[in-house]
């Protein structure tokens, strides 16, 4: 920062489990939560989730199957918020509690509420995701649906939901053993500083913590009981008006997230000269996990089940970086003693159920935030949890090379330092050329191939044949029941595939004629699945974007409220607003956009200025591709791949 020169270094990362038990109100009903959320072998928990999948009281329609996936995504959320904190639990069950009702309001009034667009939706990074889950869908007349069943079966839920909200609706902190557990390791955080400090400023920076939680409920709970803990408890005197909390863009507090930042590691966030060191404690959700230098922070506090162990590694990454003045940093990592197991059993046992429907589907793509569901069991995960259970840091060093935590952008960045060494041979290799090596996280067989100018990259499960392919497309299509699948015939994602292929430099080659034999036949199925994606493309009705609700409902209202805006202005941010947008783009505009506000031409201004702070430009629906036979689908390479 000022001009001096640093020694580039990275700091070992140690780990430390958090042991807590769930304190005597949660432990009282765990059992009984346990049979209400986990799905048993015959389909029937104690929770219906009736509201959540009415079609399945539809008399002549089949149930909606990704309404099953989103019972699935709402149990594993209900779940994880019993773990975080029972004040993310309790307002959990009082967004249900309300969602229910309205939708029996409605059911009076002679309409059944839908839940749809399921893809756009997470439990996992954020409460606001949560409430858009129960509040939001679009209804349809009740005449076909067997109504009277319908009730029974929400009403039943809702007395389920009332009971567990009652448990817990007057649950104070100091009831929270989990609270106390964190108190005391800020102590001991504070007490290894002193220990190995050289001055003042050097304790400053060792003493310094984020907790990141996956919920904004839990950062609530925890803040309020820390600001009473840091004023009585005079072990830590020393944090004393220095925490802050961060969850979204706006900040917390009065605090924006720009200030809250500069304010806690000026040095290593850039902040402007002469920005004060003010905070010592940040409470966060994941809006820190990526894309922040906070090396100047020494300790991590995960206050949740690591669930997805690479989220933590993210986390990591934020204070493991170059620059880093600390020779060690410490990550510490919550677990419920006795109900652990338990947990992990419940979380498996709910993917495992919303694999099979999300399959039915075609979804390949992560469905439970943090766990993929067809192509990476959640048994891997569940062992990186252990392994953080008994404080292996592996999973930290690693995570430069694990491919499990590799990006796109560090696939091409390895791929550029390989041609730099072999670009030569990688060109003279001929076409279709192959290999194969033993040690993969999967046993299969991967393709790279080519139509024109466009590259595809299938993995195709060992052993599979085009009869199991063909079986499976027709389950996605609903002709079979999701039950029935094994692991999917066919991986299309690309980060996945990269993934089932990563090995070492020195991973030596082993291929057999028998490799050789299945390749052919594998093949086969990669060729037509690739051939069905590219159709799927020529069809133009295909290529019409799906704009999510929040952005239509934003069009509408630059249509009704255009502002100052020329005619041909508000053409162009309507066209804009009416295009496919990811998911944190919905959460920067869900954010600013109020349609109650007294002044909409101001509403329709700040959507105006967020689009362009984000340089969002109208979508241009892409032109259909042509026709083509399978003879047009090249391979490129292969490889065989064994555990």
């Given at each position: 920062r000022d001009g001096s020169e640093v020694t580039i270094r990275f700091p070992k990362p140690h780990v430390s489990a958090v042991n807590y038990e769930l304190g005597e109100r949660l432990m009282a009903f765990f059992d009984e939560f346990v049979e209400a959320v986990a799905p048993g072998e015959d389909g029937q928990p104690g929770l219906t989730m009736a509201r959540y999948n009415p079609t399945r009281f539809h008399r002549a329609r089949d149930v909606a199957v990704n309404e099953m996936a989103l019972v699935g995504l709402i149990r594993s959320g209900l779940l994880k918020r019993f773990e975080s904190s029972v004040f993310a639990f309790r307002e959990t069950l009082r967004r249900m509690l309300e969602s229910h009702d309205k939708f029996l309001a409605a059911l009076d009034r002679?309409?059944?509420?839908?839940?749809?667009?399921?893809?756009?939706?997470?439990?996992?990074?954020?409460?606001?995701?949560?409430?858009?889950?129960?509040?939001?869908?679009?209804?349809?007349?009740?005449?076909?649906?067997?109504?009277?069943?319908?009730?029974?079966?929400?009403?039943?839920?809702?007395?389920?939901?009332?009971?567990?909200?009652?448990?817990?609706?007057?649950?104070?902190?100091?009831?929270?053993?989990?609270?106390?557990?964190?108190?005391?390791?800020?102590?001991?955080?504070?007490?290894?500083?002193?220990?190995?400090?050289?001055?003042?400023?050097?304790?400053?920076?060792?003493?310094?913590?984020?907790?990141?939680?996956?919920?904004?409920?839990?950062?609530?709970?925890?803040?309020?009981?820390?600001?009473?803990?840091?004023?009585?408890?005079?072990?830590?005197?020393?944090?004393?008006?220095?925490?802050?909390?961060?969850?979204?863009?706006?900040?917390?507090?009065?605090?924006?997230?720009?200030?809250?930042?500069?304010?806690?590691?000026?040095?290593?966030?850039?902040?402007?000269?002469?920005?004060?060191?003010?905070?010592?404690?940040?409470?966060?959700?994941?809006?820190?996990?990526?894309?922040?230098?906070?090396?100047?922070?020494?300790?991590?506090?995960?206050?949740?089940?690591?669930?997805?162990?690479?989220?933590?590694?993210?986390?990591?990454?934020?204070?493991?970086?170059?620059?880093?003045?600390?020779?060690?940093?410490?990550?510490?990592?919550?677990?419920p003693t006795a109900e652990l197991e338990a947990l992990l059993a419940l979380e498996e046992r709910i993917r495992r159920k919303l694999a099979q429907a999300a399959a039915t589907i075609g979804i390949e793509s992560e469905v439970v935030p943090g766990g993929a569901v067809s192509d990476r069991v959640f048994s891997e995960t569940r062992a990186e949890i252990e392994a953080l259970r008994l404080e292996d840091a592996r999973l930290f060093e690693t995570s430069g090379t694990d491919p499990a935590a590799l990006s796109g952008e560090e696939y091409r960045q390895e791929l550029r330092r390989a041609m730099g060494i072999l670009e030569d041979e990688i060109k003279r290799l001929p076409a279709s050329a192959g290999s194969g090596f033993a040690g993969g996280r999967r046993d299969g067989n991967f393709f790279c191939a080519r139509v024109g100018e466009r590259v595809f990259l299938r993995f195709i499960r060992r052993g599979a044949t085009m009869e199991e392919y063909e079986k499976e497309q027709g389950a996605s299509s609903g002709d079979r029941r999701a039950e029935e699948l094994d692991a999917p015939v066919v991986v299309g994602d690309t980060l996945t595939c990269l993934k089932l292929i990563h090995c070492e430099e020195l991973t030596p080659r082993d291929l057999t004629e028998a490799d050789h034999a299945e390749v052919y036949e594998a093949w086969s199925v990669a060729r037509r699945d690739i051939l069905e994606d590219w159709q799927w493309f020529t069809d133009p009705a295909n290529l019409m974007p799906k704009v999510e609700r929040l952005f239509r409902r934003m069009a509408e209202h630059v249509r009704r409220y255009p502002a100052d805006l020329s005619q041909e202005e508000q053409d162009s941010l309507i066209e804009t607003l009416e295009a496919p947008w990811d998911m944190r783009t919905r959460r920067a505009f869900g954010g600013i956009f109020d349609p109650e506000a007294k002044d909409p031409d101001e509403v329709t201004t700040r959507i105006r200025e967020m689009v362009q702070e984000r340089g969002m430009m109208p979508f241009r629906v892409p032109k259909a591709l042509p026709i083509i036979s399978e003879d047009e689908v090249r391979l490129v390479c292969w490889m065989a791949v064994k555990r």
């Open positions: 002679g309409y059944v509420a839908l839940m749809k667009d399921l893809d756009e939706w997470s439990l996992g990074d954020s409460d606001d995701e949560l409430d858009r889950i129960l509040a939001d869908g679009d209804s349809e007349p009740a005449g076909d649906y067997d109504v009277e069943s319908l009730r029974e079966a929400v009403e039943a839920d809702r007395v389920v939901l009332e009971r567990f909200h009652a448990r817990v609706a007057d649950l104070e902190h100091d009831e929270d053993p989990k609270l106390r557990r964190l108190e005391e390791e800020l102590e001991r955080i504070v007490q290894q500083a002193e220990k190995e400090s050289y001055g003042d400023e050097d304790f400053r920076e060792k003493r310094k913590v984020i907790l990141f939680s996956y919920y904004e409920d839990t950062l609530n709970w925890v803040e309020n009981y820390l600001q009473a803990a840091l004023e009585r408890n005079p072990a830590l005197a020393s944090y004393r008006g220095r925490m802050v909390s961060v969850s979204g863009t706006e900040g917390r507090g009065g605090v924006s997230r720009e200030k809250a930042v500069f304010g806690f590691v000026p040095v290593s966030s850039e902040a402007p000269p002469a920005t004060e060191d003010v905070f010592d404690i940040m409470l966060s959700t994941d809006v820190l996990a990526e894309g922040m230098n906070l090396q100047q922070c020494r300790n991590v506090i995960n206050f949740d089940l690591p669930w997805n162990p690479m989220r933590l590694v993210q986390r990591h990454g934020r204070i493991d970086r170059i620059g880093s003045p600390h020779e060690d940093v410490y990550i510490r990592c919550f677990f």
